[in-house]
């Protein structure tokens, strides 16, 4: 009896400690955001310094999941949870990485563009449109709501759509002002950014599938 009690309490841990890696996580993405206007390049480099916090957060997460699956070998839907937050670990590292990466590429921009650059493309709808996925499928991992959790699928769409209209108008940005290409380049490599963030959320949705459902879920990939 003893044993099973400290094992339900090291799993209600386990829970706190894949959120609270799921808001350093988002609040990484938010602050990346949010210099997509401003090119604050001190708030940049400042993501990219405070990068150790999260991968600490994703090595206690695995850890912790290690030492309960060594110790307690659980089976069915316990193993479930582990194996979801396993990747879902995973996959919130991945979005705090993807922060520091548009936080490089606005220095960059700054560092490489003339004087006079500007680009006609306003980022915030699909910065807004990721965010919102990232939170969602917080939302849906905490609630174990997978109509929630397949609402994310719908949403990536529109987001493929605007890294499309990215693409077409870095590429025509491109032939008129050459002498920017290298600018224009990581112009466009944000729209990647945005787009692969969007993935993620996707990837951890699956996961809250697989963990109230017991189904292996997985969307069509984009080929773009």
Known sequence: MAKHMHFHREIHELKKAILTMGTLAENRLRQACAILNT???????AIMTADWEVDDMEIRVEEECLKILALHQPVARD????????????????????????AKRIL????VATAD??????YQPMAAKVLAMVKTS??????????????IFLMDDEVN?????AYKTVIGEIKRRPDNAAALVNVYLIARHLERVGDRAINIAEEVIYLAEGEIVRSSEDPV
């Open 39 to 45: 090119k604050d390049r001190e708030q940049a480099q």
């Open 79 to 102: 193993l479930r949870l582990i194996i979801a937050i396993i990747k879902i670990n995973n996959e919130l590292e991945r979005i705090a990485d993807i922060a520091v990466n548009i």
């Open 108 to 111: 960059t921009i700054t560092a």
């Open 117 to 122: 650059f500007s680009v006609e493309l306003d």
């Open 138 to 151: 917080l939302d849906a991992l905490v609630a174990e709501d997978t109509a929630l959790a397949r609402s």
């Open 161 to 165: 759509s605007l890294r499309d209209a």
